[in-house]
């Protein structure tokens, strides 16, 4: 090992351990800090989300990457380590344009707006999160203006969240599914709707907690190196391959909340914990591509959790947990599970309409960044549109735009990655059932480790060393398309609605 | 503000982002950790734990104590700060001579010792730890060389947890106490013993949580400054008077523990919470005397907790909760809280035979510190104490000498505390009444907060400001004394047991 490669390990390892504090912080806050508590972690948060910046765009770095990147360095490192190498100075040449002070400014504001979005979400008051909102647009714009100069800012968000992805393909994409879903929920709705009241009726918070833990083992979470908490919403975060956290919020009568939430972070979750641990630390651990990590959680909560076939092996467990299913069937249940419904709530949104929820969003971030309307005009805006695709109109901004905590920390551009994930997911699905035969199969059998190991090592153990295109194309061997998300929609719910 | 004012205050708030993480850090490896992300916390841990050592001995920093306590500087200040100057000198002098290489193997041997102990309790096998053991004892030795130079050790450690404490003191109160309570005890235990089926039985942890929930409430700790957490064993930590947390563990057939854990530690944290917030984040915050400290946690825990009136006004709350407890009078349920015998168990036992597990693990210290004896001899050496003192042996090493954690991490000299705290809970009783009139009175009008207010008035608010002697000297105008603690146990006793 040369003396430089050794430097560069040894600098790594000190922006991970600020990196290893700053997401403590973040958990902590979100967990456990008390009200008064709060401001001496923000505190410590900007402080060391700084000295780890710093470190990041340091000219020390940047020497050295430029050092280990001339052939007779780089043809001595590893593959790991080549692309760890390649993948931190494109980073390093986007991010070392960002003046520290701004920045710090920057993950300052973050932390007061997203504390400023609970309070007006609590109140129902837009105008509280307002200011912070265009603050935070401003300072997004301000900040791609120094990471992607010359770049339209919305496409370069889009590009920081699903590398390779711009609004043009993201056009086409979402075009093909509203052309084909809007008749199909229109169908859909005008049959009658299941409704299990036994599903919305009082269920002990303690016992929900209870059938995560259930449907965490049963998916594959490993315990040894993942922890639960509770939060006011359910978010996944990882330290390393080693120590995956998910969370999730417990509502006394609407049980399928948690119940969905705990397969889908349990996804998340999963992906993480199998990333080639050799990766852990470094760029190429963990997975930085929102739409491939979103096409995971959303396999799960989805693809396998909305399965009929999913709950054979675990329903009379789940009756024993949750005594108000005594006399539900299975076959209710799942018609339950799968009722679609123009709602008002992207979380608690079916699967079909969940698309229109995030078309929408999508359509408000383009407008944000590329009309620039005041904020003061975006609940109208988005009660607008609202009623455009879902046919209702919030009846306050709690249940409309200020449902979503994204915008508060300045994740615009994030939303498209969780329909992005269903997109992929429709072509892993085909793929894999070429490869292994019927899900339907797999799961009544009990075998839903055998999927979980066939999406180990597809997907989850590459990390971050696939770019979504490559990573589709190495899985799929095609170019990305919708067809094979809406082929599954339409044969899943001609089925369950008799269509 | 003189510019080395700014500068040192500059200082003190880097210093503290520091101990502020590692505390984060020490607080999460005990809550949420799993097992496999253990490692990256240990050696986050000592890096920040160095870092913060490092700047608190260094030699910038002694200059700046030197200029800031000549008169010219040290009068400009105010009196809080004038007491930090000084503290700083006095705990910088100590600390200045210790290697920070010794220093970063002592941090992380205590981590690594901490998991050792862990083990060897799991497993009930005292050989895994005492290598461990071994090394904490050593490192101790040369740790107190380095701060206390020319002062025996274990007097050095007594006087590092309870300021001014030596043995020689302790033999005087303990010897006191021993010479009544053995003869006390004898008297007890030839009686009927208490025993309550129903508080020995199955209690569901979720009931238990609730429980501390409502015991927390009543007892005043606030909830904007404070959370809860679930560990291994209970213990009090916090950030600032602001953040302070509290952990338990429930078990599943003894809910009485869980009970008076949390009064015990909700103590520690009134205490916390009400030290004068202008002193958080400095050496006048949180209190660093662990006398005085487990003196509050024990005043609420027995003086009040284990009193019947303190259950008047929620005893039907409190039966909602633990329904097994329909049929069980308070009165019977005072006897039980009160049961005195000879048990294995320190954290379990009565306030009376509790003086005797104290008295015991003091003497193996004393005998560990000045006699030299080998590691493999001290689980004899503990079981023959036991027979000596409480006339039971242990069948484990469990339940013998791994018992506790206090060793593990190098707190030798900690356990006194406990027993010098309930010392000055008898003296300060005997001050209270007369402020405030009967504490059964106000207890059972639920005047609960009144005492809460005087011990804030009288003791928490001071925080560290204040050594032992001085508190003492402070409230009660006399020196310390275990008579009013004896008064109190004779005076209880005689009544519980009819003598």
Redesign the interface.
Known sequence: MSQLFEDFKKYLHEVN?YD??TT??Y??MR???????Q??HI??LT??STKSFKMSTSPKLGEMLDALSKPEEYNALDETYQFIVHRMKLDFDRNKRIPADFYEAYVREQAESGNAWEAAKNASDFSIFAPHLKKMVEMTKEMTGYTDPGIETYDALLNQFEEGMDSATIDRLFDDLKKELIPLVDKITAKPKPYVPALHSYADP?SQKKIQKLLLDYIGFN?????V?ETEHPFTLN??S??V?VTNHYYDTEPLFALFSSIHEGGHAIFEQNVNPAYDHTVAGSCRYMGIHESQSRFYENILGRNKNFWIPIYDQLKELLPQLKDVSLDEFYREINCVQNSMIRTDADEVTYCFHIILRYEMEKTIFRENVPVEDLPALWNQKMQEYLKITPQNDAEGILQDMHWSDGSFGYFPSYLLGSIYDGMYLEVLEKDLGSVDTLLADGKIGEITKWLNEKIHRYGSTRTPEEMIDAVCHKPVSAEPLIRYFKKKYTEVYDL
Do not use: I, M, N
């Open positions: 351990v290893h504090v403590l912080l958990w902590d967990t456990d800090t008390p009200k008064l508590g401001q001496d505190d410590a402080e060391f303690d315990w040894d190196a993942g922890a908490g330290f390393s080693k120590d956290r």
